[in-house]
């Protein structure tokens, strides 16, 4: 296991690599060419650039979140074949740099939901939460609007402006598309970027979608056990794996976390490790790492990872806003670094307490 922070860049992120590289444990970012559209390809050097600079501060890049997914993939429009070449051409680049994993998700149109990016707890810290009622009373494109004003200036990802111009026009695509033909979709593109990460020995982990359930009538399908069973054995090559998001799968209550973990053995390359404090099924809001503060066993998820013998990256997920900080909601330095320290807690009292 190794312990690392999502970084988005010297250019758009408020916390440093030298912070991170203090942050005891953690030994590695996961990052992104942050600016880059979907579709695009990645520059060689531009991707060694990267590198160089995050191995310049002490730390490893140990994968990208994410590259992005045409919307023509997802809705599989006649266009994708030359957007999924992109795709090829950016894993190629990315493992001729000695880079191996990636990051990405299969939501159409939006990425993740919440309601709120500044909800004041009783302790005075904010957190982004999601309430199901205010997601009904919206429309689409009021929700762009809605997550904007609070994103303390800066662009958070998925809910970037170009998104939002093309909002309508996106859901169009989606019209009447069922979860068979979005599976479909899946499929077509795994199988073939699959020979690229056989050859330049790349893990996909596809993140589950954030609520793990249909928003605006969208169609969804990471959102439980049986669904993401499903995506491992249609293409059923260890380089499709899963992105294990606990904050993602887990705002279903139906969700068993740990049994989902022990579940993908081996095809989970990556893990998103944060808690929820649920109010009701359709109220929740993102909570410290602890156990205590939310809602989730997190002694009981990390013990999961643990056992399966997961050996990949882990990074605390999004944290609260504490001790006036600024920064992008849920990705400020010091509720992640508490994060971090608490997951390596529990990863080493786990440890010691199988082997003695
Ligand atoms: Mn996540």
Known sequence: MEMTLRWYGSKFDSVTLEQIRQIPGVTGVITTLYGTEPGEVWKREEIRKMKQEVEKAGLRLSGIESVNVHEAIK??????????????????????????????????????????LVRKREDGSTVLAYNQKTVDALKPEEMFDSIGKDTNGFVMPGWEPERLQKVKELFALYQGMDEETLFDNLQYFLEKIMPVCDRYNINMGIHPDDPAWSVFGLPRIIINKENILKVMKMVDNPHNGVTFCTGSFGTNRNNDLPDMIRSLKGRIHFAHIRNLRFHSVEDFEEAAHLSSDGSFDMYEIVKAFYESGFDGSIRPDHGRMIWGEEAMPGYGLYDRALGATYISGLWEAIKKSETS
């Open 75 to 116: 809705a599989g429009l006649p266009e994708r074949d030359k957007y999924i070449e992109n795709y090829c051409e950016t894993l190629k680049n990315l493992g001729e740099e000695d880079i191996h994993f990636v990051c990405y998700n299969f939501m159409p149109v939006f990425d993740w939901t919440r309601t709120e």
